[in-house]
């Protein structure tokens, strides 16, 4: 059992700590209410989502002396392919419009279907193929190296070659 005194000093030990917590979130209320009255609304602009997709699964990725940005919007006619590349920095894609198969020189295959997003990075060459009776729009956003260029181009692998005479 506690002593009276070790009972008191405990009880003054959490009134100071809630009082310190409540003085604490008081403060914070208090700017961040600041901060929201000083805003200003912006005025005379205009602001256009040309698209907007959602990653399959989460990603994380770091960019290492990035300077440069590129915005570019590729349009994929049915039966049309991106050809064999790599990106020398991080491509951010998302389909606006229909659906991109992706090949990798090491036979995966991936469907991103309207609304999906992915990131293209590394050195595994790639080729975004259009299977569909439709044109395909995908929105690229490039994050590149200072000089680089936005793809480097790379030759198909020989079971690409094989499956395109078949």
């Known amino acids: 059992m506690k002593s009276t005194k070790t009972m008191?000093?405990?009880?003054?030990?959490?009134?100071?700590?809630?009082?310190r917590f409540l003085a604490a979130a008081a403060l914070t209320v208090a700017v961040?209410?600041?901060?929201?009255?000083?805003?200003?609304?912006?005025?005379?602009?205009?602001?256009?989502?040309?698209?907007e997709g959602h990653f399959v699964t989460p990603q994380s990725f770091k960019v290492r002396a990035a300077d440069h940005v590129v915005e570019q919007t590729l349009r994929i006619q049915p039966g049309g392919a991106t050809g064999w590349h790599v990106?020398?920095?991080?491509?951010?894609?998302?389909?606006?419009?229909?659906t991109i198969i992706r090949y990798s020189a090491d036979g995966n295959r991936e469907v991103f279907p309207q609304?999906?997003?992915?990131?293209?990075?590394?050195?595994?060459?790639?080729?975004?193929?259009?299977?569909?009776?439709?044109?395909?729009?995908l929105h690229l956003t490039y994050i590149l190296p200072k000089g680089a260029p936005l793809r480097y181009e790379r030759p198909a692998p020989s079971w690409w070659n094989e499956r395109k005479a078949n």
């Open 8 to 19: 008191k000093a405990t009880k003054s030990t959490m009134s100071t700590k809630k009082s």
């Open 87 to 98: 990106h020398p920095g991080v491509v951010v894609l998302t389909v606006q419009k229909g």
């Open 32 to 51: 961040l209410g600041t901060g929201i009255a000083q805003a200003s609304p912006g005025n005379d602009i205009t602001a256009e989502t040309t698209a």
């Open 115 to 137: 609304g999906s997003s992915f990131i293209k990075t590394g050195n595994l060459p790639l080729n975004g193929v259009n299977e569909s009776s439709e044109e395909i729009e």
